[in-house]
């Protein structure tokens, strides 16, 4: 739309839905996305020089996939041939693929438009691959999905990905003052009513259009309360098998990482109102007590399956409480990946050296044969040294000593820093009188 009277419609037939009326007759009556369809913007530069290439628009629902499609072949013309890879198979396909090689010898060209193109499997994607490389078709291909799960890298290679985005507030307040304009009236809602539509179309616009088809008979004026009660606010956005899924848990993870808990919270509450299971984020916490607290806070761990625990006795929602308490623990706990580091660094070391032996002196000798071969020889029992501190070297014979975890300074770790330097003071006979008097030894430290 242009903001043009209701006459500029080819027709207006008033029993089509609201959604379908007010589709955009050019590129530049789209919103939203300018960042791809601007006269200087990726797809704008394409459509003025009238050279497309293959292409996936990625996006969420209601951001205008299709619509750009058909705009993009009545700006460049070509002939726009729609397709559903849910209602479709490969014998649609090759009756598509016929037509576009006709068309192309009379100098027609055929732009391919395929909705929900990651629901063909992998023989149907490769299918296009021939036709796209002559270029009998233009391939536009529009997905939800992320490409990079759900495509072929084949078909990638030959295609541009392009990233629409959800609709802001901005296009979602436009998309309701063409409505209106078309109509003919203003909603019935009040400013804060209206604001409120907007939110609870949650960047979909044609979830925000077929609203205003149930509100615009209402009585007016309406506020917020009386908005809630009359259409149902937009489902959120969330699968728990795709990237949405990973998105959420990446982006909870990375809060309580950067010790922001009010953002972890707010990732926790958007995983829990889209049905994620309580319990696949009990064992992601857990796991992040691990790898990302360790020994800073060695009580973190049992915060994460105390919560774990909570949850499996008492189920939703109030056992969601606990796991909103461990997230916030973990949240303002001191980070620290030394555990994490240091296991990977022995993990490397280990696969490295193969097979080495422990070295005698710590093996034990039950028989007299053992004992022959130097098992436990020279061994000392640290508990009855001065400092309960031998100094013996546990490595293999043959692997110079490694130095594996290198704690922070952050939270308990700091004490077992002290301690670890202690012990290698002792090891290396550099401590000094003080150095050797218990009270002062690190041993007592605690977090």
């Known amino acids: 739309m242009t903001g043009q009277p209701p006459s500029l419609f080819e027709v207006d037939d008033e029993s089509r839905p609201l959604a379908d009326r007010l589709r955009p007759h050019t ?7 300018n960042h791809l369809l601007a ?15 293959s292409m996936v628009l990625w996006g969420p629902p209601g951001c205008g996939k299709t619509t750009v499609a058909r705009l993009l072949a009545e700006q460049t013309d070509l002939a726009f041939e729609p397709l559903s890879a849910t209602f479709s198979g490969v014998a649609d396909l090759r009756k598509i693929f016929q037509a576009a090689r006709q068309r192309r010898e009379i100098g027609q060209g055929t732009l391919l438009f395929v909705d929900e193109i990651h629901r063909f499997n992998r023989a149907q994607q490769d299918s296009f691959l021939p036709y796209v490389e002559d270029g009998t078709i233009v391939l536009v291909g529009a997905t939800t999905e992320n490409p990079s ?52 179309a949650d960047g979909d616009g044609r979830y925000l259009l077929n609203m205003i088809e149930q509100v615009r008979a209402l009585p007016a004026p309406l506020d917020p309360a009386g908005l809630a009660a009359a259409v149902q606010k937009r489902a959120p956005l969330y699968d728990k098998s795709q990237e949405g899924h990973y998105n959420l848990i990446s982006a909870l993870h990375k809060s309580m990482r950067g010790s922001d808990p009010d953002a972890a919270l707010y990732w926790l509450a958007r995983m829990l109102q889209g049905g994620e299971d309580p319990l696949f984020i009990a064992r992601r916490i857990t796991r992040f007590a691990n790898e990302d607290i360790g020994l800073a806070d060695p009580n973190a761990v049992q915060q994460a399956l105390a919560a774990w625990d909570v949850y499996e006795r008492l189920g939703s929602p109030e056992g969601e409480l606990a796991i909103a308490q461990a997230v916030l623990y973990l949240s303002t706990a001191p980070k620290s990946i030394g555990v994490y580091r240091g296991f990977n660094k022995a993990w490397a070391a280990a696969k490295r050296t193969g097979s080495l032996m422990p070295p005698a002196h710590i093996l034990n000798a039950p028989t007299s044969l053992m004992k022959n071969l130097g098992y436990g020889k020279g061994y000392q029992y640290d508990p009855d040294t001065d400092t309960g501190f031998s100094g013996a070297d546990y490595f293999p014979d043959g692997l110079p000593r490694e130095t594996f975890y290198e704690p922070t300074t952050g939270g308990y770790e700091r004490a077992i820093g002290e301690r670890l330097r202690h012990w290698d003071q002792l090891r290396n006979g550099t401590t000094n009188d003080d150095d050797n008097d218990p009270k002062s030894s690190p041993e007592g430290l605690v977090p």
């Not at 590129?27 to 996305?33: I, K, T």
């Not at 006269?39 to 290439?53: F, K, N, S, Y």
């Not at 392009?162 to 063409?178: G, H, M, N, Q």
């Open 27 to 33: 590129l530049a009556d789209v919103v939203g996305q």
């Open 149 to 200: 799960f759900e495509l072929n890298g084949a078909l990638l290679s030959r295609c541009q990905v392009f990233v629409l985005k959800r609709l802001d507030d901005v296009a979602l307040d436009t998309l309701i003052t063409r409505a209106e304009h078309l109509l003919g009236e203003p909603l019935p809602l009040d400013a804060d009513a209206r604001h409120a539509l907007i939110a609870m």
């Open 39 to 53: 006269a200087e913007a990726p797809i704008g530069r394409m459509v003025d020089g009238h050279r497309l290439v």
